[in-house]
């Protein structure tokens, strides 16, 4: 289930995203924030794939994704820590509130931080 929320919200930003549909994109990701410029500045063809996931009490899901970069040949892979956090406005009842590229490995994990 929480696989399948995180894979849900990941594919809408994706599509809002390269159908330049930023209604739709600032209900799914905060406006001006790390995940808004990191889609600015990567215009090319993305690709996310959950691998693992763990929804919390306090509502808050975390996901650990691979992200290919199709634009480049040979294709380029990241793995990524995402946090998302519930959100009335929001189609999916989520928005993506941090992400960031792991340069080590990537953990799930599998205690709420607290404030996020």
């Known amino acids: 289930m929480a696989m399948d929320k995180a894979q ?52 808050v899901l975390r996901a650990i994704a691979v992200i290919r970069d199709a634009s480049v040949a040979p294709s380029k892979i990241y793995h990524a820590e995402l946090t998302m956090i519930k959100s009335d406005a929001s189609p999916t009842g989520y928005t993506m509130s941090k992400g960031y590229i792991c340069h080590d490995a990537c953990v799930l994990k599998t205690k709420p931080l607290g404030f996020i």
């Open 8 to 59: 849900t919200q990941s594919d809408m930003i994706l599509y809002a995203h390269s159908n330049h549909n930023p209604g739709l994109l600032y209900k799914l990701i905060p406006f001006g924030q790390d995940i808004d410029r990191y889609l600015a500045d990567n215009h090319h063809q993305l690709e996310v794939q959950i691998k693992q996931a763990a929804e919390f009490e306090n509502g």
